[in-house]
């Protein structure tokens, strides 16, 4: 990705015009290196995103909202609000050349600093207070893990050393081929001709990343050729253009296929370059190549907590169900257990006191024993263990299904737990995890009031929607009619949704437009619903809650949307 510090600058650019001026009104942890702040200005807020992450580093306004990633904010989240929120950012200021934008925010003598470093996996984000001291980073780096450049809290803050250049060429600072074309072109003609280009521009240009360098040489030449077999002065050229950017700041940011076929993004156009898009801003396009690994869920927490404990309880009960159904196929062989016990009681007076084993060489048959039993007692052992596995024989299929049930019914819950859209439905499917026993005295005073489905209106048609498989069987067998319509995605686990029977055929699309999206088929383009009326439904005996079966059923090819749908 080539947020170098060209696309620094174009962010800084997008931030200064959207936030610079704005209160920070609030900030979370989106990611575990990522810090976002609302920022609210002009009669808008607008969320800034601050990343860190060793691959996905970046600074950006995001036009989702952005989430807490974590139940509980970490330290460093709690110093950024005790210092920052509601603040006002004063000005933004990128070091130059380099990948580090600081905000100023506050006025004397409460002004902090957040200092924002872009750089591989040494980024980081650090809160900066007065007297320039260290008052936290989001990566604390201890001097045992770093003797050049230590960020503990406490320390003063240092920048990040200037780069020098490369040894081939003579000592002296970084240059900018826009404000010194001539000495760039002329350090470059000093150099042997079997230096690769790509290593020369790298060390001698300010701010020159690897797909800077790249695409410069692409321009001219190939990004493989030595300097000698470059064109100095068409090299140069291209160079001044696009580092006249600095002074212009007329940016042109684009997203485009990259060498590895993957997305990427620029603030200008590359010289070569598959599939590109043109975007308002770097922003934008940094978003639209990035996809966000950072949360946008407002859930996302509580969302992960629910799921955590589903799979935990899925997981003992498939341990179960292994355990049942290894227990079943022993029990199996109650009858051999005791065909076996019946064989040594019928050669007692053969077996001598303290033999481990009954041969049989006519029937081909060896039996153990314990050594430390008599014959009769060893006999009496194997009736023993015939008469559990016949118990048991007669036991272990109902705990089987039962078993099976279980697996069924968590599964369901889990598929149900992405189509959640607030607190109450997440917490609805975790109190169906561990049903409750049901209260008493004056607990029962107190419980909660039954929730009911979520309801849906599409013009003057109304639709019920299961939230659960448990909602589900209350959808379909308590509150339809038996004459009202049923919808569901065809194989896939979802909601049960209830139409009236007389609604209009566009109206029954559209609702099954409405169960495609609230089923685990929500990202498909194209999804198969089943429609009947709920007379044709039947629950299946035995199954897990939702379970159902159906008849004179037909199916229709919808995509997911809920457009038209208002939540009631």
Not at 29 to 54: E, F, H, K, T
Not at 401 to 416: C, S, T
Request: net charge positive.
């Amino acid at each position: 990705m080539p947020f170098d510090a060209l696309t620094m600058a174009a962010a800084r650019d997008d931030l200064a015009a959207a936030a610079e001026g704005g209160q920070i009104q609030k900030i979370l942890q989106p990611a575990p290196l990522a810090v976002g702040l609302s920022v609210y200005r002009d009669g808008r807020r607008r969320w800034i995103l601050l990343s860190a992450d060793a691959r996905a580093g970046r600074v950006a306004i995001v036009e989702d909202t952005l989430a807490k990633a974590f139940a509980t904010p970490s330290p460093f989240i709690m110093l950024l609000r005790k210092h920052l929120e509601g603040k006002r950012i004063i000005s933004l200021e990128q070091m130059p050349y380099e990948r580090v934008l600081t905000f100023t925010t506050g006025a004397e003598p409460d002004a902090a600093r957040l200092v924002v470093e872009i750089m591989g996996k040494h980024s980081n984000i650090i809160l900066v207070g007065q007297g320039e001291r260290i008052l936290g980073a989001i990566k604390v780096v201890r001097p045992s893990e770093s003797r050049v450049r230590p960020v503990t809290p406490g320390r003063l803050y240092v920048p990040p050393p200037a780069q020098p250049r490369d040894p081939v060429f003579p000592p002296g600072p970084r240059l900018d081929p826009a404000a010194c074309p001539s000495e760039v072109a002329e350090s470059l003609a000093a150099l042997p001709p079997s230096i690769p280009a790509r290593q020369a521009l790298l060390g001698l240009l300010a701010g020159c990343s690897p797909f800077l360098a790249d695409d410069l040489l692409s321009s001219v030449a190939t990004p493989a050729a030595q300097i000698g077999e470059a064109p100095l002065g068409d090299l140069v050229t291209a160079a001044r253009i696009r580092y006249s950017l600095w002074r212009s700041r007329e940016w042109q940011p684009v997203t485009f296929l990259n060498a590895r076929g993957k997305p990427d993004f620029a603030p200008f156009v590359p010289a070569v370059a598959a599939d590109i898009s043109e975007w308002p801003t770097i922003s934008e396009a940094m978003e639209a190549a990035v996809a966000g690994t950072e949360s946008h869920d407002a859930l996302g927490t509580l969302r992960g907590e629910v799921t955590g404990e589903i799979e935990k309880a899925l997981i003992q009960a498939q341990r179960r169900a292994a355990s049942l159904a290894a227990g079943l196929e022993a029990a199996a062989a109650a009858e051999d257990v005791m065909a076996r016990g019946q064989l040594v009681l019928a050669y007692l007076h053969a077996i001598p006191a303290g033999a481990a084993s009954l041969d049989l060489p006519d029937l081909g048959i060896t039996i153990p024993l314990d050594p430390a039993l008599t014959a009769q007692q060893n006999s009496e052992r194997l009736f023993r263990r015939y008469r559990k596995l016949r118990d048991a024989r007669a036991r272990l299929p109902a705990m089987v299904a039962d078993a099976e049930k279980e697996i069924a019914r968590l599964a369901d819950l889990k598929a149900f737990v992405p189509l959640a859209i607030s607190e109450a439905d997440l917490r609805a499917i975790q109190r169906d995890l561990k049903p409750a026993t049901p209260p008493s005295g004056k607990a029962a005073a107190k419980k909660q009031p039954k929730r009911g489905p979520a309801r849906y209106r599409h013009g003057s048609v109304t639709a019920l929607a299961g939230r659960s498989a448990r909602e589900n069987e209350e959808v379909t067998f308590r509150l339809a009619g038996r004459d009202d319509l049923w919808l569901h995605a065809r194989e896939r686990t979802g909601a049960h949704v209830i139409i009236p029977g007389t609604a209009a055929e566009e109206d029954v699309l559209s609702a099954a437009q409405l169960a495609a999206h609230l089923s685990e088929a929500r990202a498909d383009t194209r999804v198969d619903v089943d429609v009947a009326r709920v007379r044709d439904v039947r629950k299946i005996p035995g199954a897990a809650p939702g379970r159902v079966t159906y008849r004179a059923v037909r199916t229709v090819r919808v995509a997911p949307a809920t457009d038209g749908w208002d939540r009631i």
